[in-house]
């Protein structure tokens, strides 16, 4: 939890959001049907699909009032304002959340829905450790701007649909991009820790466990507990190959 | 049907299940893995509920309930570990533990504190399961009296209480996180009249929000984030010799124990607050009634018992209203309605007569579960501390990509993916603001019930709220809800001090000029 002073500011903040928030939805809830017929059904205010969201967004607008109040008579309107005009230099704690906020999102949304499951999370496992177990910023910050890097340049591929035409021509085209993205991430890491010894073995755990959980979790979920996966691509097709003719 | 009735049918489950092989291969497994999630810092009883609800998805309801009941009644109890050994909790349930679990372990009793914590807990559970037992009858005959008032006001009681009673700040904070699940509960085509609300257009969200996302990710995510943020790390654990049942001080300490189990099963019964409240308020009982409370924070035994017993009593008593009234008592409690819809079983009044087996199968299960709990506390205690060595940098991301995997596979929905990383992210902000997540939850789980009884009852009355008022439950819940509400007042603050002072100290001090 944020410090006294940081939480007061930080309530100013969200309960101007809040109060936003709560209007909103009122909003929201005054296009419903108060009084017309809906499916065949005559309302009135009590039976209208508009009651509940009415009470939740009052309740809402007056619960931020209440904490608006609260916060600018504990200083945080002051706070608030007075950092406003000062800068801010990033903590090495924002770095990290941000990298944990960038290393999701790209997961969850641009590779986990086109990319084989295996290597998706080969990939966000590789990247995540290596990124956090090393604990050296200097190191952090390389592997991420790397990580980035790629990652701009396969989100251009999705975008402009390279990827749909490119996978007309060979099946796998993506799924082979990822494999070579992981192939340069540990050659890339491997360089960089080349000379510490403490990191080549740091490594081998991340290597280890990178590769390891996925070959369990994967035939764990789609064999045992019949559980298609987001994306079954190539890997995955070799794990069927491997069930289904020598099992 | 009776309370002797009730014992019947738990003697015949606990024969059924206890002589099925196909449990013990399910339930030893399930209770480790609870012990390992309640141990490491960062993960949570209800996080681990969430993850098995995936898992079980495919088995028969009461294989899927032996798995999710033992992994909660391991979470429960595996906190304790840290706590004691290296004075970290693995759970909020054990921070009341670590005051004098660790100062035991600093003296070279760690073997004697876990013993202890691991014969309370099991003790506990069992006290707790009685009570499911004994009172689920006569609260589904009072609530089978109950009408649309009722759950709606009991729906709102508990979103308020859990907002009270959890918030780490302002209790606004506490009540506007309730009324935020509650806005998320009403995402989707409303069940009377099906007209959309909030969905934008979307399909995937005609049928509002999937309860198992919401969950995993607000329990899920922001604890990654804070784990790996921070950069926690779990201390070299202390030092212990073996682990003894310690028999001669639990007996010694029974009233402790008894009077920790009633206080445990209390809490757990009321909605939302959960097993950290329990073990608090059972460790002040339990030092503001001791003959010497200024030994409690340096190593005090009945503390440590006290603490454990009613957490644990706390997992049966959050269980009397989820299976008779269809209300969490606790968030672990809250994961498990969710689990039990997924399995066609709607908790409620009613679930005495859909399922007569039921609640007898469940009690059946959290015995088997306390034993197998003792059985796996006394023998693995020192295999599961080695588990605590694994960096967090490496364990964190692993436990993130069973989130992910079990976020879609609940129907194999790529949008409940979509959807549980920005509940995580927004449940990661709120924390650190100092809002609790489980008004959120028990918002996002009650919502429904509270908006279709409301909007039911009006129906009923004709748009009149004068029946809250003219039944006696309806007036009860209306009293409650608005003395929580004037609680927060500066009014009420001012008259309950003037009471205390007027009627408490002035009758001190004539009891001493006597």
Same mark, same amino acid.
């Given at each position: 939890m944020?410090?006294?002073?940081q939480?007061?500011?930080?309530?100013?903040?969200?309960?101007i959001?809040?109060m936003?928030f *709560?209007?909103?939805?009122?909003?929201?809830a005054?296009?419903?049907?108060m009084?017309a017929?809906y499916?065949?059904?005559?309302?009135?205010?009590?039976?209208?699909?508009?009651l509940?969201?009415?009470i939740?967004?009052?309740a809402?607008?007056?619960?931020?009032i209440?904490l608006?109040?609260?916060?600018?008579?504990?200083?945080?309107?002051k706070t608030?304002?007075?950092?406003m005009?000062? *800068?801010?230099?990033?903590?090495?704690?924002?770095?990290?959340?941000w990298?944990m906020?960038?290393?999701?999102?790209?997961? @969850?949304?641009?590779?986990? #829905?086109?990319?084989?499951?295996?290597?998706?999370v080969?990939?966000?496992?590789?990247?995540?450790i290596?990124?956090?177990?090393?604990?050296?910023?200097?190191?952090?910050?390389?592997?991420f701007?790397?990580? @980035?890097a790629?990652?701009i340049l396969?989100?251009?591929?999705?975008?402009?649909?390279?990827?749909?035409?490119?996978?007309?021509?060979? @099946?796998?085209?993506?799924?082979?991009?990822i494999?070579i993205?992981?192939?340069?991430f540990?050659?890339?890491?491997?360089i960089?820790?080349?000379?510490?010894?403490?990191?080549?073995?740091?490594?081998?755990?991340?290597?280890l466990?990178?590769?390891?959980?996925?070959?369990i979790?994967?035939? @764990?979920?789609?064999?045992?507990?019949?559980?298609?996966? #987001?994306?079954?691509g *190539?890997?995955?097709y070799?794990?069927?190959i491997?069930?289904?003719?020598?099992? | 049907?009776? /309370?002797?009735?009730?014992?019947?049918?738990?003697?015949q489950?606990l024969?059924?299940l206890?002589?099925?092989?196909?449990?013990?291969?399910?339930?030893?497994?399930?209770v480790?893995?609870?012990?390992?999630?309640g141990?490491m810092?960062?993960?949570?009883?209800?996080?681990?509920?969430?993850?098995?609800?995936?898992?079980t998805?495919?088995?028969?309801?009461?294989?899927?309930m032996?798995?999710?009941l033992?992994i909660?009644?391991?979470?429960v109890?595996?906190?304790?570990y840290?706590?004691i050994l &290296?004075?970290?909790?693995?759970?909020?349930a054990?921070?009341?533990?670590?005051?004098d679990?660790y100062?035991?372990?600093?003296?070279?009793?760690?073997?004697?504190?876990?013993g202890?914590?691991?014969?309370a807990?099991a003790?506990?559970?069992?006290?707790?399961?009685?009570?499911?037992?004994?009172?689920?009858p006569?609260i589904?005959?009072?609530a %089978?009296q109950?009408?649309?008032?009722?759950?709606?006001l009991?729906?709102?009681?508990?979103?308020?209480?859990?907002?009270?009673?959890?918030?780490?700040?302002?209790?606004i904070?506490?009540?506007i996180?309730g009324? &935020?699940?509650?806005f998320?509960?009403?995402?989707g085509?409303d069940h009377?009249? !099906?007209?959309?609300?909030?969905?934008?257009?979307?399909?995937?969200?005609d049928?509002?929000?999937?309860?198992?996302?919401?969950?995993?990710?607000?329990?899920?995510?922001?604890?990654i984030?804070?784990?790996?943020?921070?950069?926690?790390t779990v201390?070299e654990?202390?030092?212990?010799?073996?682990?003894?049942p310690e028999?001669?001080?639990i007996?010694?300490?029974?009233?402790?124990? %008894?009077?920790?189990?009633l206080i445990? /099963?209390?809490?757990g019964? /009321?909605p939302?607050?959960?097993?950290?409240i329990?073990a608090?308020?059972?460790?002040?009982?339990?030092?503001?009634?001791?003959?010497h409370?200024?030994?409690?924070?340096?190593?005090?035994?009945?503390?440590?018992?006290?603490?454990?017993?009613?957490?644990?009593?706390?997992?049966?008593?959050?269980?009397i209203?989820?299976?008779?009234?269809?209300?969490?008592?606790?968030?672990p409690a809250a994961?498990?309605?969710?689990?039990?819809?997924?399995?066609?079983?709607q908790?409620?009044?009613?679930?005495?007569?859909?399922h007569p087996? !039921?609640?007898?199968?469940v009690?059946?299960?959290l015995?088997?579960?306390?034993?197998?709990m003792?059985?796996?506390?006394?023998? %693995?205690?020192?295999?599961v501390?080695?588990?605590?060595?694994?960096?967090?940098p490496?364990?964190?991301?692993?436990i993130?990509?069973l989130?992910?995997?079990?976020s879609?596979?609940l129907?194999?929905?790529?949008?409940? %993916?979509?959807?549980?990383?920005?509940?995580?992210?927004?449940?990661?902000?709120?924390?650190?603001?100092?809002?609790p997540?489980?008004?959120?939850?028990?918002g996002?789980i009650?919502?429904?019930?509270?908006?279709?009884?409301l909007?039911r009852?009006?129906?009923?009355?004709?748009?009149?709220?004068?029946?809250?008022?003219?039944?006696?439950?309806?007036?009860?819940?209306?009293?409650? &809800?608005?003395? &929580?509400?004037?609680s927060?007042t500066?009014m009420?603050?001012?008259?309950?001090?003037?009471?205390?002072?007027?009627?408490f100290?002035?009758?001190?001090?004539?009891?001493?000029?006597d």
């Open positions: 944020y410090e006294e002073k939480l007061r500011k930080a309530d100013f903040i969200t309960s959001i809040l936003v *709560g209007i909103w939805i009122i909003l929201m005054s296009r419903m049907p009084k017929t499916g065949g059904v005559q309302n009135t205010w009590y039976v209208s699909p508009a509940f969201p009415l939740i967004g009052s809402i607008i007056i619960l931020s209440l608006l109040i609260h916060s600018t008579k504990a200083g945080g309107a608030f304002f007075r950092e005009a000062s *800068g801010g230099i990033i903590s090495e704690k924002s770095l990290r959340f990298i906020i960038v290393l999701f999102i790209s997961t @969850v949304y641009l590779y986990i #829905p086109r990319i084989d499951f295996f290597l998706s080969v990939l966000f496992l590789l990247v995540f290596s990124i956090f177990y090393f604990d050296e910023i200097r190191l952090m910050i390389r592997l701007l790397f990580y @980035v790629i990652t396969l989100l251009l591929l999705f975008i402009f649909r390279l990827d749909t035409i490119l996978n007309r021509s060979f @099946v796998y085209f993506t799924d082979s991009i494999l993205f992981i192939i340069f540990i050659i890339y890491c491997r960089l820790i080349k000379k510490n010894r403490q990191l080549i073995q740091k490594f081998r755990l991340i290597l466990v990178s590769f390891s959980t996925p070959l979790l994967c035939p @764990v979920f789609k064999y045992l507990l019949l559980v298609p996966l #987001p994306k079954e *190539g890997i995955i070799l794990f069927n491997i069930r289904y003719s020598l099992l | 049907m009776n /309370v002797i009735h009730q014992f019947t049918l738990f003697f489950q024969g059924i206890g002589t099925h092989p196909v449990t013990y291969f399910i339930l030893f497994p399930s480790v893995m609870g012990i390992i999630f141990a810092p960062g993960l949570t009883a209800t996080l681990g509920v969430a993850l098995l609800t995936t898992v998805y495919g088995m028969s309801t009461g294989m899927a032996v798995s999710l033992a909660y009644v391991g979470a109890y595996g906190g304790s840290a706590s &290296i004075n970290i909790p693995g759970t909020a054990a921070a009341a533990t670590a005051i679990g100062p035991l372990a600093l003296k070279g009793e760690g073997g004697r504190a876990l202890l914590t691991t014969t807990s003790i506990g559970t069992i006290i707790g399961m009685l009570f499911v037992l004994a009172l689920s006569l589904s005959a009072l %089978l109950f009408t649309s008032f009722e759950f709606f009991l729906a709102f009681f508990g979103i308020l209480i859990s907002g009270t009673l959890t918030t780490p700040d302002l209790v904070k506490g009540w996180a009324f &935020i699940g509650l998320l509960a009403a995402i085509r009377l009249q !099906f007209y959309p609300r909030f969905t934008f257009g979307i399909s995937q969200l049928s509002g929000i999937d309860v198992v996302p919401v969950l995993i990710g607000a329990f899920g995510i922001p604890q984030i804070q784990v790996i943020k921070d950069k926690i201390g654990a202390k030092k212990f010799k073996r682990v003894f028999f001669k001080t007996i010694r300490h029974g009233p402790d124990i %008894l009077r920790s189990a445990g /099963v209390g809490i019964a /009321v939302g607050i959960g097993e950290d329990a608090w308020v059972s460790y002040g009982v339990a030092k503001n009634s001791s003959k409370p200024e030994t409690f924070g340096k190593g005090e035994y009945a503390a440590v018992i006290s603490t454990e017993t009613a957490n644990n009593a706390c997992v049966g008593g959050a269980q209203p989820l299976y008779n009234l269809g209300i969490p008592g606790s968030p994961m498990l309605l969710g689990a039990l819809l997924i399995h066609g079983i908790p409620g009044p009613l679930i005495t007569f859909d087996t !039921f609640i007898p199968q009690v059946a299960i015995f088997l579960s306390s034993i197998a003792w059985v796996s506390g006394m023998l %693995l205690v020192k295999q501390i080695k588990i605590l060595r694994i960096p967090p490496v364990f964190m991301p692993i993130a990509v989130c992910i995997i079990g879609y596979s129907g194999a929905r790529i949008f409940n %993916l979509f959807l549980m990383l920005p509940v995580g992210i927004i449940a990661y902000f709120l924390t650190e603001m100092g809002y997540v489980a008004p959120l939850v028990i996002v009650l919502g429904p019930m509270a908006d279709e009884n909007r009852a009006l129906m009923v009355s004709k748009g009149s709220f004068l029946p809250i008022f003219t039944r006696p439950v309806s007036l009860i819940l209306f009293i409650l &809800i608005l003395t &929580i509400m004037l927060q500066k009420y603050k001012k008259l309950k001090g003037y009471i205390i002072h007027r009627f100290k002035d009758k001190k001090h004539t009891g001493g000029n």
